[in-house]
């Protein structure tokens, strides 16, 4: 029987090897952008139901206080850009709201006291700062998963400020005027109308109800909350819950000026003292002081607001600035056409 040789095992050549690294490689760059996108739509989902929780504690809040919370409160004699005597934001005050109550126990007696420091109230109460012992709290519901910045702290007025990525419309105009329900008016919106009034609707010391929404422009076309991005660098106090100024836990001056449509990113667009100006990023800003923010997020081509009725929308980037307007404004008597 004639001997029979042993097979020889047959491997990969170099360039079969190659072929196959290639194949995978082309693979994984087909797969990545589906991944992201899967990722980008989760986020998105979950920032949209987070916004849908704060504009639905909103009403929450008006169901008990007979009127929708404050973008700020505060007190007599206290300027509304005083970050040191500045009180509690409308973030602190719906935290019962949103599963949070024993966070707000921590300070209820403090907020308690500085409320009944506010206008209208002419006696009472303390400008007691007290409250401010829970700045540094992360509050999930307050978190958009699609923020990079989350957890760079703030800090400013001597202490540290956890980020948030939901802030009131404090409304188009400035902050001061729109306090109390206040209207602005005989407004020239940038590259848009002329003569045009402004209100928001949660403002400074509070004071609109649902009844004035309804009366005015109504629920669905008004935006009550909006979407904010966290400041790149600790002393860019942008996206802080608990921190009552434009940019940091509400919107106001836009689209007026320099400051725009959502995620304007011209340097100089956001007026927040201390801010890092990155225009690369949609982060534009101008350092000198408070007073004029609008809507960013980091979710593709717009922002995500909650209206008036409680429904969330998405707002594209490519808004005109009279739409901008009209949704930010309660009461120009002025609806507005789907961006």
Same mark, same amino acid.
């Given at each position: 029987?004639?001997?029979?040789?042993?097979?020889?095992?047959?491997?990969?050549?170099?360039? &079969?090897?190659?072929?196959?690294?290639?194949?995978?490689?082309?693979?994984?760059?087909?797969?990545?952008?589906?991944?992201?996108?899967?990722?980008?739509?989760?986020?998105?989902?979950?920032?949209?139901?987070?916004?849908?929780?704060?504009?639905?504690?909103?009403?929450?809040?008006?169901?008990?206080?007979?009127?929708?919370?404050?973008?700020?409160?505060?007190?007599?004699?206290?300027?509304?850009?005083? &970050?040191?005597?500045?009180?509690?934001?409308?973030?602190?005050?719906?935290?019962?709201?949103? &599963?949070?109550?024993?966070?707000?126990?921590?300070?209820?007696?403090?907020?308690?006291?500085?409320?009944?420091?506010?206008?209208?109230?002419?006696?009472?109460?303390?400008?007691?700062?007290?409250?401010?012992?829970?700045?540094?709290?992360?509050?999930?519901?307050?978190?958009?998963?699609?923020?990079?910045?989350?957890?760079?702290?703030?800090?400013?007025?001597?202490?540290?400020?956890?980020?948030?990525?939901?802030?009131?419309?404090?409304?188009?105009? +400035?902050?001061?005027?729109?306090?109390?329900?206040?209207?602005?008016?005989?407004?020239?919106?940038?590259?848009?109308?002329?003569?045009?009034?402004?209100?928001?609707?949660?403002?400074?010391?509070?004071?609109?109800?649902?009844?004035?929404?309804?009366?005015?422009?109504?629920?669905?076309?008004?935006?009550?909350?909006?979407?904010?991005?966290?400041?790149?660098?600790?002393?860019?106090?942008?996206?802080?819950?608990?921190?009552?100024?434009?940019?940091?836990?509400?919107?106001?001056?836009?689209?007026?000026?320099?400051?725009?449509?959502?995620?304007?990113?011209?340097?100089?667009?956001?007026?927040?003292?201390?801010?890092?100006?990155?225009?690369?990023?949609?982060?534009?800003?101008?350092?000198?002081?408070?007073?004029?923010?609008?809507?960013?997020?980091?979710?593709?081509?717009?922002?995500?607001?909650?209206?008036?009725?409680?429904?969330?929308?998405?707002?594209?980037?490519?808004?005109?600035?009279?739409?901008?307007?009209?949704?930010?404004?309660?009461? +120009?008597?002025?609806?507005?056409?789907?961006?």
């Amino acid at each position: 029987m004639p001997l029979s040789l042993p097979r020889t095992r047959r491997g990969f050549t170099l360039i &079969e090897l190659l072929v196959v690294i290639a194949i995978i490689a082309i693979l994984i760059g087909l797969l990545l952008p589906a991944v992201q996108k899967v990722r980008e739509a989760a986020a998105r989902s979950k920032c949209m139901n987070n916004l849908k929780q704060i504009a639905l504690a909103c009403h929450g809040y008006h169901d008990t206080q007979n009127t929708l919370p404050p973008s700020v409160l505060i007190g007599r004699g206290v300027g509304w850009n005083d &970050e040191n005597n500045m009180g509690p934001t409308f973030a602190v005050l719906l935290l019962p709201h949103i &599963e949070q109550g024993a966070l707000y126990n921590q300070v209820s007696a403090s907020v308690q006291n500085y409320q009944q420091f506010c206008p209208p109230n002419q006696s009472g109460g303390s400008n007691d700062q007290n409250w401010r012992a829970i700045s540094a709290t992360q509050v999930p519901t307050y978190t958009c998963p699609s923020e990079t910045f989350g957890s760079v702290q703030g800090n400013r007025a001597g202490r540290n400020w956890a980020r948030g990525n939901y802030g009131a419309n404090n409304g188009p105009g +400035d902050p001061g005027a729109m306090s109390r329900g206040g209207t602005q008016t005989g407004i020239q919106v940038t590259n848009g109308s002329s003569n045009q009034t402004a209100s928001g609707v949660l403002v400074i010391n509070g004071g609109v109800t649902m009844a004035s929404l309804t009366n005015g422009d109504g629920t669905a076309n008004t935006i009550m909350v909006v979407h904010l991005r966290a400041g790149p660098t600790s002393g860019d106090i942008r996206g802080s819950w608990a921190f009552g100024q434009a940019g940091a836990s509400y919107v106001a001056n836009t689209p007026l000026g320099d400051c725009l449509g959502p995620n304007h990113p011209n340097d100089g667009s956001d007026d927040v003292s201390g801010c890092s100006s990155q225009p690369a990023i949609e982060m534009g800003c101008w350092n000198g002081g408070f007073g004029q923010a609008t809507s960013r997020s980091q979710h593709s081509g717009g922002t995500i607001v909650g209206m008036g009725d409680g429904t969330v929308r998405f707002v594209k980037n490519s808004i005109t600035t009279d739409t901008w307007f009209r949704m930010l404004s309660a009461s +120009d008597r002025l609806t507005y056409t789907d961006n």
